[in-house]
């Protein structure tokens, strides 16, 4: 029978309830537990895809094409579990789908209301997964902070469900803040007290507290809080900060959190073990990596908030813990670059330039301008969906000599428009939802670099999340003039993956999809791994030329900080 952890957040938001559940999910998985993970959303809004990434941070998208929160993302990354559409639900989905069973008269007339109707259905939601997975445990985390008016039906549904299980098949772990108080120099509990309280009027006793601070948390305040808030002593976990978030599920194991929660369940006898050896030696890789470190600049346009590309950046963690290297990423405006004359000199100072994912016209000058810098200068380069489209852009205009030519989403007159809507999308004017999404397939071409870094498998599966898409009318005029096609949709209706030869530049390489998505600390999506490689390999290149300079070995400089100007 399925047990269920629910993971809930009081004083503040942006506590880290997803890190705190994806690590409780790794440590059970670690204990050999079968686990789920589900994320219960309060805002109205039916899926996030059409939410401002300077708001709600990434977009994590599923195989089956669903568009979900980014802790998803986390609970992919820290556990097994294969997520769907099913494992994220929202205030807007719950209350859609209530709505559509009432005009189509299943209530039987019925007066709709909070309860049950809509706790209902979340309470349905969450049975379905328990259901349909069958693991040892769900752990579901609520969005939002207790307190919040929307997300009470979620609190009334989880308090409901834990009646219904029973003691010892509900855990209630509630994520709170214990801040430090400058002038009084000392943590305050009463945030906690104040927050565990509102969550008792509510119908809900949690089982465990998660103290967020940024300092530890002393024996005596442990039984000051555990005695105002009803909980046991060793129920008191201090969730300090720490240097890496995969460091979070050692930190919790060391307090014996594991150990508790296999207690309070009675499934110690089950799952008594646990085995954290490739975890820690994962740790340990990224706090102290052997080969050194690499720079590597991410010019976008959502860099003021780097939960915007949150998968971009772990799966760039992941990639350098298979090289043994350090990756120090280096967040670039692309708007910074349009104006910017010496955008050379300040591009030639990273080892690899990576272009991500977006929407709109906004600053995309600044990264035509990089990606021209990285394919004359030879710096490794990664164009990701609209990265890849950028590249082709760049290509067309400099290489083949179309000097106007765009994607009709940022020019809907250009006369050479290399880049346009997705054919299924025309008069398609809704945005939710609509894009190309989920897993598609990909095949590879022979004797291709994509091939090669795929371990030569002849088609492989990535996700989408895009609505333009490569022109085939201009794929002969590009590969003409050396552009490769290395990657098509089976039926050759979409382009996938673009290249630049081996002998022309070391690596330059587009997708149309997010690698980002899939790839795991304990599995780098390949992708990163070879670009990470590369961009150590043109650091140790550019190290060997410096030497050969300093001790006056004539040899031919390359270009890095002379581009050309702008056509």
């Known amino acids: 029978m399925t047990k269920y952890i629910f993971v809930t957040g009081g004083v503040v938001s942006s506590l880290g309830k997803g890190l705190a559940a994806s690590s409780i999910g790794q440590l059970l998985e670690a204990r050999g537990m079968k686990v789920q993970m589900m994320k219960l959303d309060p805002y109205i809004n039916v899926d996030p895809g059409t ?3 300077f708001q709600h941070g990434e977009v994590f998208v599923t195989d089956d094409g669903a568009e979900t929160d980014l802790d998803l993302g986390h609970y992919e990354r820290f556990t097994n579990a294969h ?9 807007g989905r719950i209350y859609l789908s209530v709505i559509e069973k009432e005009r189509r008269g299943d209530y039987l007339g ?3 209301q909070v309860i049950p109707h809509i706790t209902d259905e979340i309470k349905a939601a969450v049975r379905v997964v328990a259901e349909k997975e069958k693991p040892d445990i769900l752990i579901v985390e609520i969005g939002g902070t207790v307190g919040d008016i929307e997300s009470l039906p979620f609190m009334e549904a989880i308090r409901q469900i834990g009646n219904e299980e029973g003691r010892n098949n509900a855990l209630f772990i ?6 430090f108080i400058a002038a009084a120099g000392e943590l305050k509990t009463k945030p906690t007290q104040h927050s565990v309280k509102e969550l008792r009027e509510i119908g809900i006793a949690p089982d465990i507290l998660l103290c967020r601070s940024d300092r530890p948390l002393s024996l005596d305040l442990r039984k000051k809080i555990a005695l105002f808030c009803n909980v046991k002593e060793n129920a008191v976990i201090s969730a300090l900060d720490v240097k890496t978030i995969y460091e979070v599920p050692l930190a919790f194991h060391e307090q014996s959190l594991d150990a508790l929660i296999v207690d309070e369940l009675h499934l110690k006898e089950q799952f008594p073990n646990v085995d954290l050896k490739k975890w820690r030696e994962l740790v340990s890789t990224i706090k102290e990596p052997s080969e050194g470190a690499v720079k590597i600049a991410i010019v976008g346009k959502y860099v003021e908030l780097e ?7 772990e799966a760039l963690t992941h990639a350098g813990v298979a090289n043994n ?5 280096h967040w670039v405006e692309s708007e910074s670059l349009i104006d910017d004359e010496n955008y050379g000199s300040r591009l030639q100072d990273y080892d690899a330039i990576l272009v991500p994912g977006g929407f709109g016209k906004r600053g995309i000058s600044g990264m035509l301008r990089a990606i021209k810098y990285a394919r004359k ?7 990701i969906c609209l990265g890849m489209q950028t590249a082709c852009i760049e290509f067309a205009r400099n290489v083949c000599g179309l000097r106007d030519a765009d994607s009709t989403e940022f020019n809907s007159e250009t006369p050479f428009p290399i880049i346009f809507k997705l054919r299924d999308l025309v008069a398609v004017e809704e945005l939710g939802g609509t894009m190309r999404l989920g897993a598609w397939a990909c095949q590879l071409k022979e004797g291709s670099l994509a091939r090669e870094i795929y371990h030569n498998a002849a088609e492989i599966s990535e996700r989408h999340r895009h609505r333009y898409e490569f022109n085939p009318e201009y794929r002969a005029v590009l590969e003409k003039e050396g552009l490769i096609i290395s990657g098509v949709s089976p039926d050759g209706k979409f382009v996938e993956m673009i290249e630049l030869p081996r002998e022309k530049h070391p690596f330059f390489v587009g997708c149309q999809f997010h690698p980002e998505y899939k790839s795991k600390p304990l599995a780098a999506h390949p992708l990163f791994v070879s670009f990470v490689r590369a961009a150590h390999e043109n650091r140790l290149h550019s190290e060997n ?4 300079v300093s001790s006056n070995k004539q040899i031919e400089m390359p270009e890095r900080a002379i581009i050309e100007s702008e056509d």
Request: proline share 7%.
């Open 377 to 383: 200068s030879g710096t490794p380069y990664f164009g």
């Open 110 to 112: 019925k007066t709709i």
């Open 174 to 179: 509630h994520v709170t803040l214990v801040p």
């Open 545 to 548: 030329l410096k030497d050969d």
């Open 325 to 329: 290297l350090k990756v120090n990423v």
């Open 307 to 313: 939960d915007s590309y949150k998968s971009l950046r």
């Open 51 to 53: 939410m401002s990434p």
């Open 83 to 91: 997520l769907t559409k099913a494992n994220n639900w929202t205030s």
